[in-house]
């Protein structure tokens, strides 16, 4: 099934690191006040996450440190232009001695955007060899808001970088990323990549807003490490589990959705996503046969440290991911699911093998 709805990479980008087993903790909200996006600062320094360790098949909660968000006020998006001029690169690198690559550009396009305007650039490569994907890390300069990498089996339109909408994604989703570049919460699994077959296209999602008084430039992408294909046995990919309609009054208010799994899988990162209003974000998955409940993430949530978080756990077909958003909106409107950077969003993404070609969304 084709994907017909990206995300806002997801899953926020946050990737920091699980904590010690145990009884998940009440942990504090910080309120926040984004009124509309603000410039985005340089990203934080990468921190080095740690995995979360799991007894009997459970996943240790995640308890990320609290970081407030900044606001101020931007104008109303308005229709984007044709694409600038850009282009995509593909990368070729031998694994090291551990059986994985240095970093190398994977793909990458470059971008305009004139003040005050939202919009979507998609970029396109063909791949020309067969490649293993064991980490990725986005390339995110200011006014990339999200990106989403996928991929379709046979090209669907030239290579290179235009103009398209957030539904134009491939087939398998590879990558959601969103604001800043400290995304990555380590290399896959032993035994596990992302696999891009050679001949099959790449499709990076760029979902770019300019909230500045000038034309902005950049040029956005993804870097990744690779493996050869003898060290693989398992093929990961990304779903996105969470509501697509939702309603946000003013004030303080908290959202929930749920995705039942239809079939077996083993999660081995998370990543919560929101947009601007999202303060915080809680996470279980509820497991068949009076199996106890497991916590994937339970922490504030920071519209500019979206990252990856480590976990590891096997759930079966049937078990269910509630997901829980809470929300602080100062904006006086009530706001409603979008792509935009001023609609909002409760989605946790998750990152998992093997395939199930099941599309990017989990519902119900």
Not at 58 to 64: F, I, L, T
């Amino acid at each position: 099934m084709r994907n017909t709805l990206s995300a806002t990479a997801i899953f926020v980008t946050i990737l920091a690191c699980g904590s010690e087993p145990g009884t998940p903790s009440t942990i504090p909200v910080e309120a926040a006040k984004p009124a509309a996006l603000p410039q985005m600062p340089p990203a934080a320094p990468s921190r080095s996450p740690e995995p979360a360790s799991a007894a009997a098949g459970a996943a240790a909660p995640v308890s990320p440190a609290t970081a407030p968000s900044s606001a101020a006020g931007a104008s109303a998006p308005q229709q984007p232009k044709p694409a600038a001029a850009g282009g995509a690169m593909a990368m070729a690198a031998a694994p090291t001695m551990d059986g994985v690559s240095d970093w190398k550009p994977l793909i990458q396009g470059e971008w305009e955007l004139p003040a005050g305007e939202e919009g979507y650039r998609c970029v396109r490569l063909t791949a020309t060899e067969d490649m293993f994907v064991k980490e990725f890390q986005p390339i995110a300069p200011l006014g990339t808001h999200h990106t989403l990498l996928s991929v379709n089996e046979t090209p669907t339109a030239p290579d290179g970088v235009s103009t398209c909408t957030a539904g134009d994604n491939g087939h398998t989703t590879l990558l959601g990323s969103g604001v800043g570049e400290s995304y990555s919460a380590g290399p896959l699994p032993d035994g596990v990549a992302y696999k891009v077959a050679k001949g099959s296209q790449l499709n990076l999602n760029l979902h770019l807003f300019n909230v500045s008084e000038t034309m902005l430039k950049g040029v956005s992408g993804t870097k990744v490490r690779t493996t050869s294909a003898d060290k693989v046995k398992q093929f990961a990919e990304t779903i996105l589990a969470g509501p697509v309609s939702l309603s946000i009054p003013a004030g303080r208010s908290t959202t929930m959705g749920k995705c039942t799994l239809k079939s077996d899988t083993s999660v081995f990162a998370v990543s919560p996503h929101m947009h601007q209003l999202g303060v915080h974000l809680k996470a279980v998955a509820n497991r068949a046969g009076g199996m106890p409940t497991v916590t994937l993430y339970d922490g504030p949530y920071d519209f500019f440290e979206q990252r990856q978080f480590a976990a590891s756990l096997a759930l079966k077909a049937g078990d269910t991911i509630q997901v829980e958003c809470t929300y602080q909106n100062d904006t006086q409107r009530t706001v409603k699911f979008g792509e935009s950077s001023l609609d909002e969003m409760c989605f946790l993404g998750v990152y998992r093998y093997p395939i199930a070609g099941e599309g990017l969304i989990c519902l119900r």
